[in-house]
T-cell receptor, first 109, second 117 residues
């Protein structure tokens, strides 16, 4: 079956760095997405990786290793507003999105 | 974990026809379901929120007469795109959440890709 795994919850300190991991097993691969979702709001697109390597976008970076079925989202210089759920989703060979359950990130002062 | 399915996965239709997309929660009761539209590499755009047994709440700019939503049971919501046009071609995603033990988490469906010719 198809499966996406990411930690349920993580806690980090304001100003620090946190890495949220995502491992996947899917039928084919057409890219991996990271979204941020604040409670009560729609998910916001953060990144899309289809090739191996690191994509940097400001304070957020996303890494992909297709051979390992692994991605991570790296958040630097954490701010209180980064407290949210982070969703990992993989698009499979049928262009269907397989979603992780999300990682709830708690930022403490 | 909780599973949400959508049917169909893909649909191609002619301009002017109507298309129905189903969203089902397979192993939990979804008191609230959300319908989103996704554009490539962009955030999910919330179209409407539906609660079981009541009328859907549409976001500003979404035509409720064009995008009919029915949440008739605790496990099924449907989105009907009426008189579809090519500009309605998109990836439609539903999500569901329960009122029980895990009220903050939305569980997302795999999406339905609609192409209107």
């Amino acid at each position: 079956g198809q499966n996406i795994d990411q930690p349920t919850e993580m806690t980090a300190t304001e100003g620090a760095i946190v890495q949220i991991n995502c491992t996947y097993q899917t039928s084919g691969f057409n890219g991996l997405f990271w979204y941020q979702q604040h409670a009560g709001e729609a998910p916001t697109f953060l990144s899309y990786n289809v090739l191996d390597g690191l994509e940097e976008k400001g304070r957020f970076s996303s890494f992909l290793s297709r051979s390992k079925g692994y991605s991570y989202l790296l958040l630097k210089e954490l701010q209180m507003k980064d407290s949210a759920s982070y969703l990992c989703a993989v698009m499979d060979s049928n262009y269907q999105l397989i979603w992780g359950a999300g990682t709830k990130l708690i930022i403490k002062p | 974990g909780a599973v949400v399915s959508q049917h169909p996965s893909w649909v191609i239709c002619k301009s002017g026809t109507s298309v129905k997309i189903e969203c089902r929660s397979l192993d939990f009761q979804a008191t609230t379901m959300f319908w989103y539209r996704q554009f490539p590499k962009q955030s999910l755009m919330l179209m409407a929120t539906s609660n079981e047994g009541s009328k859907a709440t549409y976001e500003q700019g979404v035509e409720k007469d064009k995008f009919l939503i029915n949440h008739a049971s605790l496990t099924l919501s449907t989105l009907t795109v009426t008189s579809a046009h090519p500009e309605d071609s998109s990836f439609y995603i539903c999500s569901a959440k329960t009122s029980g033990w895990d009220t903050d988490t939305q569980y997302f469906g795999p999406g339905t890709r609609l192409t209107v010719l």
